[in-house]
């Protein structure tokens, strides 16, 4: 069975740093995209920054400069580097990654998640 643990979530004050990761357990693929997600209380969840083929990164606007994420050197691993934090950012992030698989020439993703890690963002 695979699961997406994370680990690094906290409270932080404003203009600090937190690195939020993740790893997956359970699996002999290795993931097409990694990324990470975020909903604050009463908004919906939105895509923060995602990594594909551990090379091509997006990022939302309100992110672009202050977060990076990178695929670990272990299999099936991601980070969130999340600097000059802003109270804004306080929300649960969410680890997620898609495995690809191409059969007959058509493309199947199947999506996994973690349970999330809070991150709090106040002085």
């Known amino acids: 069975q695979v699961q997406l643990v994370e680990s690094g979530g906290g409270l932080v004050q404003p203009g600090g740093s937190l690195r939020l990761s993740c790893a997956a357990s359970?699996?002999?693929?290795?993931?097409?995209?990694m990324d990470w997600y975020r909903q604050a209380p009463g908004k919906q969840r939105e895509l923060v920054a995602a990594i594909t083929g551990g090379i091509v990164t997006n990022y939302t606007d309100s992110v672009k400069g202050r977060f990076t994420i990178t695929r670990g050197n272990a299999k099936n691993t991601v980070a969130l580097q999340m600097n000059s934090l802003k109270p804004e950012d306080t929300a649960v992030y969410y680890c997620?990654?898609?495995?690809?698989?191409?059969?007959?020439?058509?493309?199947?993703?199947?999506?996994?998640w973690g349970q999330g890690t809070p991150v709090t963002v106040s002085s």
């Open positions: 997620h990654a898609v495995r690809r698989t191409v059969q007959g020439g058509t493309i199947y993703d199947y999506d996994y």
């Open positions: 359970g699996t002999i693929f290795t993931f097409y995209t």
